[in-house]
């Protein structure tokens, strides 16, 4: 269809409006700005001659040669409405115009397409880099928080850990004076038998010399007969002899006091570096000896040592070792039994077992036996830290502990230490 119209008239204003979305109402000029124009303008004017292309408003787009004053229109639709107008000379036929109007169509559909692929994309895009965004700092304040939770936690677990090791450390410290305090114990009861008696006898001499005394002023004054009436008087031959016993009993006691000294000195290394070569059977008889002293019970003890050579060791901690070992072994025969220490070489390690014929241990128990703070004992009569403090100072020397045992069999506790042990912390 033709219509004619006067160019002083005014186009019907555009019905879309412009939104901010991709599926949006676009104008001609939204929608042909970035075609080739020139390339598309030949085309249409191939078809329909000279024209001129205006938006709905009436304001010219493209402008093809020149038109008369009078001219024919055709709406250009795109969505079933009008966005603009192709005027040509009214000498062109209807169907050239149309055919015009038509590939001008064709192209809008196209461009509004390809327009709204791109909006569609960018708005794609864009809406997945806001998430993105809000994604990421959400995971940064997750992450920020999970930051803080973790320096917390780890502040808590120093704490706790310190607090353990505090309390591991008073414990284990208060196992050592405990073993002091026992092994003090039987040396002061092992020291006060002799020194009773060694008083006892300075006492009894000490009348003696003043008997003697009584007789050496009689003579000095020149009494004889009185000083040899006092003499008979105090049996003097008899208190001769005696003094003689008893100074022979209190250098036994003194020499008994010197010996267990000599064992404590032994058994605590007071005269030892920390690591030195030191001889085991020589700590073990040292042990043995104070152990026989303080136990209450004088248990059975057996040694059988075999000649094995020094070894490099902290000589303190294996005496440490061996005392507690032993302490563990009398503990277990309190009823009756026996223990026995035994040492020998064998595939370059020092191997040490105390073997006792005790009340033995449950098999359920013997897998804590070295857990700090595990003891079969009564409350009050232990610490747990024993056979841990054992472990300890076996593993420091690099080498191995093992315990054997069975209900009624007794236990056996195997230390193996490597003979080429180099010290190290």
Not at 6 to 16: G, K, L, R, T
Not at 45 to 60: F, N, W
Not at 123 to 132: K, S, T
Not at 280 to 285: D, H, P, S, T, Y
Request: hydrophobic content about 45%; charged content about 25%; glycine content about 8%.
């Amino acid at each position: 269809m033709k219509e004619i119209r006067s160019s002083s008239e005014v186009s019907p204003p555009a019905v879309a409006a412009p939104g901010p979305r991709f599926d949006r109402d676009r104008s001609l000029h939204e929608l042909l700005d970035d075609l080739p124009m020139p390339q598309i303008g030949a085309a249409i004017e191939q078809l329909c001659g000279p024209y001129v292309l205006v938006d709905g408003a009436g304001s010219v787009h493209t402008r093809r040669g020149v038109i008369a004053i009078e001219y024919a229109e055709i709406p250009i639709r795109w969505q079933a409405e009008p966005i603009g107008f192709l005027r040509a000379s009214v000498s062109v036929e209807p169907a050239a115009l149309r055919s015009a109007a038509d590939l001008l169509e064709a192209i809008i559909a196209s461009a509004a397409r390809y327009a709204m692929a791109r909006d569609l994309h960018s708005e794609a895009v864009a809406a997945d880099f806001d998430a993105l965004q809000r994604k990421h700092a959400q995971l940064a304040a997750s992450e920020a928080r999970y930051r803080d939770l973790a320096a917390s936690l780890e502040r808590r677990v120093a704490d706790q850990v310190k607090a353990l090791d505090n309390g591991y450390r008073q414990v284990y410290r208060s196992e050592k004076l405990a073993s002091v305090g026992r092994l003090a114990a039987g040396v002061a009861h092992e020291i006060n038998n002799p020194i009773g008696f060694v008083r006892s006898n300075l006492a009894t001499a000490r009348g003696y010399v003043e008997k003697f005394g009584s007789v050496g002023a009689a003579l000095r004054e020149g009494r004889a007969g009185e000083a040899e009436g006092r003499w008979r008087e105090s049996d003097l031959d008899y208190i001769l002899e005696d003094f003689s016993a008893l100074i022979e009993e209190s250098i036994a006691g003194a020499d008994r006091i010197a010996a267990i000294v000599g064992d404590l000195r032994r058994a605590a290394n007071i005269d030892r570096a920390e690591e030195a070569l030191a001889d085991v059977n020589e700590l073990v008889r040292a042990a043995v000896a104070l152990a026989s002293n303080g136990a209450a019970a004088h248990p059975r003890l057996a040694l059988q040592l075999r000649n094995v050579p020094p070894i490099r060791c902290r000589p303190a901690q294996i005496s440490e070792l061996i005392r507690n070992l032993l302490s563990n072994s009398i503990a277990a025969i309190q009823s009756g039994g026996e223990v026995t220490v035994r040492t020998e070489m064998a595939d370059s390690c020092l191997v040490l077992e105390v073997i006792d014929t005790g009340e033995g241990i449950a098999p359920e128990t013997l897998p804590r036996v070295f857990d700090p703070f595990f003891t079969t004992r009564a409350i009050g009569q232990g610490t747990g830290l024993g056979l841990t403090v054992c472990r300890d100072i076996v593993e420091a020397h690099e080498g191995t502990i093992d315990l054997a045992s069975a209900p009624g069999r007794g236990t056996t506790v195997t230390v193996r230490i490597p003979a080429g042990w180099t010290g190290g912390s």
